[in-house]
C-alpha cells in the first residue's frame, strides 16, 4: 500500500480524537514526536479486557484469567514478530526510559575492566542521564560522539571514540528532537568490532519505520507504545537472551522469581525474570492492536508518508524568511521539523499555535546538551504521522506566518 493524502484522510478517521474541532476548525496534531493519538480499534481492546476480562495474569486458575495470560503472551509475540525478535527477549516496561535504565542498572555487572561508555551527541535525556549516573556509580568515563554542522553524527569522531576501552554504546536511532536518522548500523558495527555492547533508543524509529534487530544486531533495543498508537505506562525492552540469562534482575518480587525461601530466592524464565509485579495487560493489550494497525498500513508506507510530508514541510518552510531550520534534509531524517523564528521565543510560537488549534511541541526536547551544542534554548517542533495530511502541514505554515506578523516581523 502507498499512503496518499486522501488515505491519510480515510486513516485520520480511525482516531475519535482527532475528530475534534477547536473553534470550528479541525485539530492539527503534529506533536506525535511527543506522543501520539489512539485508534478506536486500541480503545476498545482496552475497555474489552476491563469490561470483560479483567483478572490477573499467571495465577488465576479460570477462564477471564486464562484470557488476560494468552493475551499477555500474544502481545509479547505481535512485539517479537513486529522486530524480529524471540517472545522471550520482549520484557513489557513502563515506557522506553525504564528500558535503558534497566539496561543501566543490570549490565553492567558484564563490564568486565572495561572503562567507557559512549552516547551520541543527539540523546534525549533518557538515553544520557542513566549513563551518567551508571558513569558515576561504577567510575566509568562517559564519551560523547560529536554532531557535524548538518546535524548528522559525526562518524570519524565515532571511530575515534568507540575503542576497546568502550563496554558499550548507547545511540538513538532517530533524535526526537532534530529528525536525524543516525546509522545505527555502523554504529553497531564499530562496537562489535571493539567488543562492546551496544543499546539502541528506538522510542522514535519504531513508530515509523521498519525494525530487524536480528539484522541491525543491537543487543538492548527499547521504545515506548505510546508513541506507536498503543496506550501510555507500557514501553518495550528488547534484550538478546544470552545476555539477558547473564544479568541480574533489576525489580525484583513476585512473578519474577521461580522458588523463594525465607533467606533466598530463584529466578524465573526470560522475559518473567524482568517483569516483577502485576504488568500493565491493559496496556499490552492495546499495545498488540495498535501493532496489528501499524502492519495493516506498513511500517514502509509510513515512513515513506512522512517523508513525502517532510520534503513538502520543508519546501514550504524555506519560502519563509526569518525561519531557521533544523533539518538534515529528507533523505536522511524522518518527519520531524524542528524550527525557529528569529526573535520569537519557541513557547510563544507553540502557544500561539495552540490557540488555533495546532499542536507541536516548543522547548528543548528532553536535549538540554543538544540544545547546548546549537546555541539555543530550543525549538518548535512539529512531528508528522501516519495520519498527517499536507492541509496540516499548510495550517502550521499559515500559523507561522501569522506568527511573524502578530510579532510584526513580516519583512524581516
Ligand atoms: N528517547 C527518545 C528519542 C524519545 O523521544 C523519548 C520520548 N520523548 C524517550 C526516549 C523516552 O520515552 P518515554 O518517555 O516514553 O520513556
Known amino acids: 500500500m502507498k499512503l496518499t493524502n486522501q488515505k491519510a484522510k480515510e486513516l485520520k478517521k480511525d482516531f475519535p480524537l482527532l475528530q475534534k474541532k477547536e473553534r470550528g476548525k479541525e485539530l492539527v496534531y503534529i506533536d506525535n514526536a511527543a506522543?501520539?493519538?489512539?485508534?478506536?480499534?486500541?480503545?476498545?481492546?482496552?475497555?474489552?479486557?476491563?469490561?470483560?476480562?479483567?483478572?490477573?495474569?499467571?495465577?488465576?486458575?479460570?477462564?477471564?484469567?486464562?484470557?488476560?495470560?494468552?493475551?499477555?503472551?500474544?502481545?509479547?509475540?505481535?512485539?517479537?514478530?513486529?522486530?524480529?525478535?524471540?517472545?522471550?527477549?520482549?520484557?513489557?516496561?513502563?515506557?522506553?526510559?525504564?528500558?535503558?535504565?534497566?539496561?543501566?542498572?543490570?549490565?553492567?555487572?558484564?563490564?568486565?575492566?572495561?572503562?567507557?561508555?559512549?552516547?551520541?551527541?543527539?540523546?534525549?535525556?533518557?538515553?544520557?542521564?542513566?549513563?551518567?549516573?551508571?558513569?558515576?556509580?561504577?567510575?566509568?568515563?562517559?564519551?560523547?560522539?560529536?554532531?557535524?554542522?548538518?546535524?548528522?553524527?559525526?562518524?570519524?569522531?565515532?571511530?575515534?571514540?568507540?575503542?576497546?576501552?568502550?563496554?558499550?554504546?548507547?545511540?538513538?536511532?532517530?533524535?526526537?528532537?532534530?529528525?536525524?536518522?543516525?546509522?545505527v548500523q555502523y554504529l553497531i558495527s564499530l562496537a562489535k568490532k571493539n567488543g562492546a555492547f551496544t543499546l539502541v533508543d528506538a522510542a522514535q524509529s519504531a513508530p515509523h519505520t521498519p525494525i530487524n534487530v536480528r539484522k541491525m544486531g543491537c543487543d538492548f533495543l527499547a521504545f515506548s507504545s505510546h508513541k506507536m498508537l498503543g496506550p501510555t505506562g507500557l514501553g518495550v525492552l528488547y534484550g538478546r537472551k544470552e545476555l539477558l540469562a547473564q544479568m541480574p534482575p533489576f525489580m525484583t518480587g513476585g512473578d519474577m522469581i521461580r522458588t523463594v525461601s525465607y533467606q533466598d530466592a530463584t529466578w524465573n524464565d526470560l522475559p518473567m525474570k524482568f517483569e516483577a509485579g502485576t504488568p500493565h495487560i491493559a496496556g499490552a493489550i492495546g499495545f498488540a492492536e495498535a501493532i496489528k494497525y501499524l502492519q495493516e498500513v506498513g511500517m514502509e508506507t509510513i515512513e515513506a508518508w512522512e517523508g513525502e510530508l517532510l520534503s513538502y514541510a520543508l519546501k514550504e518552510f524555506q519560502k519563509i524568511k526569518g525561519v531557521t531550520v533544523y533539518s538534515t534534509g529528507p533523505e536522511k531524517s524522518a518527519g520531524i521539523l524542528s524550527f525557529n523564528i528569529k526573535g520569537v521565543h519557541a513557547h510563544d510560537v507553540a502557544s500561539i499555535l495552540g490557540a488555533e488549534g495546532i499542536c507541536i511541541r516548543g522547548g528543548h526536547h528532553c536535549a538540554m546538551p543538544l540544545m547546548g551544542a546549537l546555541g539555543i534554548a530550543g525549538t518548535c517542533r512539529a512531528s508528522f504521522y501516519l495520519y498527517t495530511t499536507y492541509e496540516d502541514v499548510d495550517r502550521l505554515v499559515a500559523a507561522v506566518k501569522k506568527v511573524k506578523s502578530i510579532f510584526g516581523i513580516e519583512k524581516r
Request: with cysteine.
Open 35 to 183: 506522543t501520539t493519538q489512539k485508534p478506536k480499534a486500541v480503545i476498545d481492546a482496552v475497555c474489552r479486557y476491563y469490561l470483560a476480562e479483567n483478572a490477573n495474569i499467571h495465577r488465576g486458575l479460570y477462564k477471564i484469567s486464562e484470557i488476560a495470560t494468552l493475551h499477555w503472551e500474544k502481545a509479547h509475540a505481535s512485539v517479537a514478530s513486529f522486530i524480529h525478535a524471540d517472545p522471550e527477549e520482549i520484557i513489557f516496561t513502563r515506557n522506553a526510559t525504564e528500558g535503558i535504565n534497566l539496561v543501566s542498572y543490570c549490565l553492567p555487572a558484564l563490564f568486565r575492566m572495561r572503562k567507557e561508555i559512549v552516547v551520541t551527541a543527539l540523546e534525549h535525556h533518557a538515553n544520557l542521564v542513566p549513563w551518567q549516573e551508571c558513569a558515576k556509580r561504577h567510575g566509568l568515563i562517559l564519551k560523547v560522539i560529536a554532531m557535524k554542522p548538518d546535524f548528522t553524527l559525526d562518524y570519524k569522531d565515532a571511530q575515534k571514540k568507540i575503542t576497546e576501552q568502550t563496554a558499550l554504546v548507547a545511540m538513538n536511532h532517530i533524535s526526537n528532537a532534530l529528525g536525524t536518522k543516525n546509522d
